[in-house]
Every structure is written in C-alpha cells, then in structure tokens.
C-alpha cells in the first residue's frame, strides 16, 4: 500500500507470534517476513509477507486502537458499497483482532504506483455519484468517530448548514479553546456559514472525509484507491476541498472528476470554508502554526461573510 521503511523499529516479537497463534487472525498462515511501512503518525503499519504468496497490510497500535480500527473498517466497508470496482479499489477489512500485545487490523496490501491520477478522480466522482441518496436526506453519520487521533462527533441534521456548523467546527473550536478572537464575532461568522450552506442546492453524499494525499493513490493497474477514511453524509466537496490543502492532487485528478460531476459554480470560493475543519483539527492535534492558520481563516471568512 505504501512503500517499507527499514529505518523504522521492527514489529514486536511477541505480537508477530500472536498474528499466527492458534487464536490469532492468521492462525496456521507462515509469516515469512514484517517489514515497517513508511507513513503514519497514529498507528504502526506493517507489510506482512505470507508463506502462502500473499503480502498483507497491517495497522497496529495499543488497545485503545482497537475503536479507532472499528470505525475505519465500518467507513471502508461502506465506501466499498459504492465504488465502481473498474475505476477505484477500497480495501476490505480482512481481519480486526484484540491480541494480548494490542490492537491489529488487516488489510490487502495494494501496490502504489503514483501513476495518472485520471482514474483516482473519476473514481471518486462516481462512488460520490452512486451514493447520492443513501442516507435518507439525512447530513452527519450514525456514530461518533475519528479525524485523524481527533474525534469526529456523530449525529443527524436535516440542513447541510447546521450539520456542518453543528457537528464539525463548534466541536473543533471548543476544543482548540481561545484563538484571540471575540466571541460574538466567530458565532457571527458560524451563523452566517450555518445560512450560506444552507443556500447551496445539494444532496448529502458518501464521502471519503479525509482525504489527503496520504489516504489515496493510483494502483499499477491505473486504478484509484481510497484508503484511511472519515466518512460521513455531506456535500461532496468537502473531499474536494481538502485535495487541495496538502496538495499532492494534479491536473489530471480534476479533469477526472469533473467528466463525471461537473464542478459547481464557485466551488473554489467554498474551499476554505470546508477545509477550516481540518485546519481546527490540526490545531487541536498538533498546535504551533495550526492555531494561526486557523485565527486567519476565521478572519478571512469574518470579512468575506459580511
């Protein structure tokens, strides 16, 4: 899935033996090798080597991984039920285990290729796409979960506007606690955001709701793939929105998309305003520069808003 790194401690003793117990995921499996995979900064991810031919990805990290491991399998799960299987590959959760030494979950390991992002964002145009209408109207998710090591509150609302004022950067700004702003003026720009999005005449869609250049990729076979999700029921361009706050998305991502979902009118404008969640998260993960980003887009959105 992504590339080994041998500069990284290598896995457990112990937990190696756990993989293949009697009880274990791979029970009566060879394990002919573990290699460290590079990336990541929750979790240690692994690529198993099989006496059997196959190669696995494997996550693991403490037992308090283990909710965290849920919610991402249940998120790729149903991200499988919608993708076009021609154009993108989600992996399948193929084993989740509470282990004596934590937390593991295993995966299919996919070979990146970094090849033409066409397919990538066709792809997702199309998960987004056959989504439409899978949640009963309905903006949020049916339970709480994670952004990133950052909870991602769950809950249902019937407007866009108060689903993503509500239930994504109220809970963000209550944790990120004082940027040096008054009060009343970030409720005045979160009152306006709540009016704007309600504005927009959209559906709530699938959507990956991480989506960095980390968390996708392109296979030797040209397809996509979407891995490490946050998914919830929301405008679609919020994924949108956050390919471009890391960057790592070309050209051809875009021109992919947009042959399946044309791009609505203004919907650069609504960039910042979507990504403002991931930059409060990040303040509240990692502080420093991430909290002044974030005093700035309030500013920003303050003037823009009126």
Known sequence: MLATDERKPAMNPRLQQ???APE?????VELLDVKPVAGGCIHQAWCLTLGDGRRLFAKSGGPAAMALFEVEAEALRTLRRYADAESIAVPAPLALSALPSGAVMLLPWLELSGGDQASLGRGLALLHQASEGGSNDRYGWHRDGYIGAGPQPGGWRDSWGACFVDL?????????????LPGPSVERVLERLKECLDQLDISPYLVHGDLWGGNAGVLADERGSL??????WADPEVDLAMTRLFGGFGRRFYDGYFSVLPARPNWDERVEIYNLYHVLNHANLFGGSYRNQSRASLQKLARDLG
């Open 18 to 20: 756990e993989l293949v």
């Open 24 to 28: 274990g995921p791979l029970a009566g």
């Open 227 to 232: 891995f490490d999700p946050a998914c919830w």
């Open 168 to 180: 994504r950067l109220r809970p963000q700004l209550e944790l990120v606690g004082d940027l040096g």
